[in-house]
């Protein structure tokens, strides 16, 4: 059986858990420079540079890992999310992209194999994929409306290179997240297309859109539903929501996700919306009634926390779905269904 098979077969027994967040979890830790730096000799401080832990820390992460599928997690997603060479360069550290990459992987995969062994159920690593700090359909220049700090080609080759070292640490998916560019996304598909040709063996993708107002768009402009039509041919493992608001503004979203997608749906909201200072206020009880919400109403078949969300929250999200059916696969007719910022199903 594939880890696409196993996945699927989990899913249609259970509603499935993910993880929380990373960031806020490394936080807690009051790491100083030194910790982060460790002995690479980088000229540039890294300090914020969660990622880097693997390399110079990883009993952080390890230890964050731990907790969370202590806490009842299936899936473990990689502490990778900046681990690109985009983003690395701003640390001086672009040439570690693959190390980091595939360190945090198989310190993902150990645990993973580890909680496994001891039940029988089956845990796995999705590699986390960031949308980088660059967008393909954006301008950063409002005198300059058709200039790109990037390009198409290259944003390929950057998400590629970083997929491979996941692949090579032992990541069973990949989970492109937090995509608030769908062309970047589809550079992303395009990457795992490539990396799964020089393999020679399905490298499954899970997307999680991420939503920049409560009208439900991204910050490319496009609806939950256009961006559906515009990665469905993706074939992707799951598709869903992640990070920028609460369980509770998600709501109508997640509702007109499940009624189109003919794949499971993984959503993993913040824990609610920051207080003055920043800080998540929303108790792990709270974002449990409220997900759970979700699952009675059939609409979810992967649930987990983002921003803010802890071990807690986690435990207490499983803890509420346990025992609860997950949402069933619907069977849309076939139609042509296109977008643009807007969806376009083509009438027969």
Known sequence: ??????????????????????????????????????????????????????????????????????????????????ANRISQADYGAAHLVREINVESAKLARRLADEFEAKDGRPRFVAGAIGPTNKTLSLSPDVEDPGYREIDWD??????????????EGGADFILIETIFDTLNAKAGIMAAKQVEKALGREVPVMLSMTLTDLSGRNLSGHTVEAFWHAVRHAKPLTIGLNCSFGATQLR????????????????????????????????????????????????????GGCCGSTPAHIKAIADSVRGV????????PVATRLAGLEPFTLAA
């Open 252 to 303: 109508p979203h997640v509702k007109t996700l499940a009624e189109i997608a003919d794949c499971p749906i993984m959503v993993y909201p913040n824990a609610g919306l920051p207080n003055e200072l920043g800080a998540y206020d929303e108790r792990p009880d709270q974002t449990a009634g409220f997900v759970h919400e979700w699952a009675e109403a059939g609409q979810v078949n992967v649930l």
């Open 154 to 167: 290259t944003l390929v080759d950057v998400y590629a290179e970083q997929m491979n070292s996941l692949v």
């Open 325 to 332: 059916a997950p949402r069933v696969l619907p069977n849309p």
């Open 1 to 82: 059986m594939t880890k696409r098979e196993q996945f699927l077969a989990a899913c249609a027994e259970r509603i499935l858990i993910t993880d929380g967040a990373f960031g806020t979890e490394i936080q807690n830790w009051k790491l100083a420079e030194a910790d982060y730096a460790g002995s690479l000799g980088l000229g540039h401080d890294q300090k914020g540079n969660n990622d880097i832990l693997a390399l110079t820390k990883p009993e952080v992460p390890e230890a964050i890992h731990r907790a969370y599928f202590e806490a009842g997690a299936d899936i473990a997603e990689t502490n990778t999310f900046s």
